[in-house]
């Protein structure tokens, strides 16, 4: 794990915009392509954006998480998989600070700041097959890990085991080149086709037990249950900048491509009112979405500020907010990039323009955490006020 020279941000922002337009020059071809996006997350690297989320006396930028965020959903616009693992970048970096101790993260904000580490995920929870073994002084991890997204190309894992003795679950950060990690690299599903989503198979890997994440560990302060939260607001602003992106396509088409339909009556397609209702529509949801989700980011930054001083009260009500958030940037997402051939015509369908990706993505990525369960949390709330129990999913 080499230094690389440290950029220099003069606007994050900017520097993602620059960015994302060069990445939507290949988007298309690379969504047909799949695997690792080698190219792209080396110019997140030399952009300085990886350090985006740490505090600058760790040698970070200082974002918020709402500008965080912002740049996530900048990305996801253009290319929802670079946004899918520079998201997951940034909450990897969330879960050490989290779950472990100021010794443990502090270091390794540090050296990913001024290394340009990229972090990758490997910890699912609801996959059970790894086991770790208690040894003096270490453990060992042996395993399978499926969905492990921006694991390929990274330089740390989060990963995580089920303690072999009692059952309960360990989570460790480890370099990605240790002995005994071995990628899969057989991701090939219909969405998110670069986010290298696939297995990682553990063989008696060493994690020494200041790598495992124990003080204070997840689930175990309203603080440490941000995590949750944090994930499902990044899906939320993910969702939605696939939608803004296939409303722009599709707005594009519309204008320069598509025809009025012969009963219109109109020499436009712009001026067909059925035309006209649908983008009234998408816009509706949209903004609607776009409010949700910058309520709930606001309430994510304060309650960060907060930190070990954060109730359960005020934890579990900005559950409800990113739930809110989450649940709406689905639907209207699912809704947009499904109706965009309504508004753009047969010919939108080409296989060259694969207008479908914005569907296949964002249809992939909300599978991995069904709506009913979040609409049931919310019916919970409204019905009884029976307030969320945190969960590592909520």
């Known amino acids: 794990m080499t230094s690389r020279p440290r950029p220099v941000l003069l606007n994050p922002l900017h520097t993602a915009q620059r960015l994302a337009a060069q990445f939507a020059e290949t988007a298309v071809e690379r969504d047909a392509r799949g695997g690792t996006p080698k190219a792209e997350r080396d110019a997140l690297r030399a952009s300085g954006l990886l350090a985006l989320s740490i505090p600058s006396q760790y040698g970070g930028l200082g974002a918020s998480w709402s500008q965080t965020l912002e740049i996530a959903r900048e990305f996801a616009r253009v290319d929802s998989s670079i946004a899918h693992v520079f998201g997951f970048h940034h909450l990897m970096l969330a879960t050490v600070r989290l779950f472990g101790r100021p010794q443990q993260w502090q270091p390794w904000f540090e050296q990913t700041a001024r290394k340009q580490w990229f972090w990758g995920n490997a910890l699912n929870p609801l996959d059970t097959r790894t086991v770790a073994t208690r040894f003096d002084g270490w453990r060992e991890f042996s395993g399978r890990k499926s969905f492990c997204s921006g694991a390929s190309d990274s330089e740390m894992l989060i990963a995580s085991a089920l303690d072999e003795d009692s059952g309960s679950l360990l989570i460790g950060a480890v370099p990605t080149a240790r002995s005994g990690i071995t990628l899969g690299n057989d991701w090939d599903n219909i969405g998110q086709r670069q986010t290298d989503s696939g297995s990682t198979t553990f063989e008696r890997v060493r ?63 712009g001026d067909d009112p059925y035309v006209l209702a649908h983008y009234g529509e998408f816009w509706l949801g949209l ?58 015509g047969a010919r939108a369908t080409h296989a060259a323009l694969r207008l479908d990706r914005f569907w296949r993505n964002l249809r992939t990525q909300s599978l991995h955490d069904p709506l009913d369960y979040k609409l049931r949390e919310l019916g919970e709330w409204a019905l009884k006020h029976k307030p969320p129990t945190p969960s590592f999913y909520s």
Do not use: M
């Not at 939320?236 to 939608?243: C, D, E, K, R, S």
């Not at 320069?256 to 020499?267: A, L, Q, Y």
């Not at 979405?289 to 005020?314: P, S």
């Open 207 to 269: 994690v020494e037990e200041d790598e495992l994440l124990l003080d204070p560990g997840p689930l175990s302060t309203p603080f440490a249950c941000l995590r949750p939260l944090l994930a499902q607001l990044l899906f939320a602003n993910l969702f939605l900048g696939v939608a803004e992106g296939a409303f722009q396509e599709a707005r594009q088409y519309t204008l320069t491509e598509s025809r009025p339909w012969f009963k219109s009556g109109v020499d436009q397609v």
């Open 287 to 344: 903004e609607s979405v776009r409010l949700l989700i910058e309520r709930a980011a606001t309430l994510f930054d304060a309650a960060w500020r907060k930190e070990h001083t954060l109730t359960r009260d005020e934890r579990a009500q900005l559950a409800l907010a990113v739930t809110a958030a989450k649940v709406a940037a689905s639907r209207v997402g699912l809704d947009v990039c499904n109706r965009l051939f309504e508004v753009t």
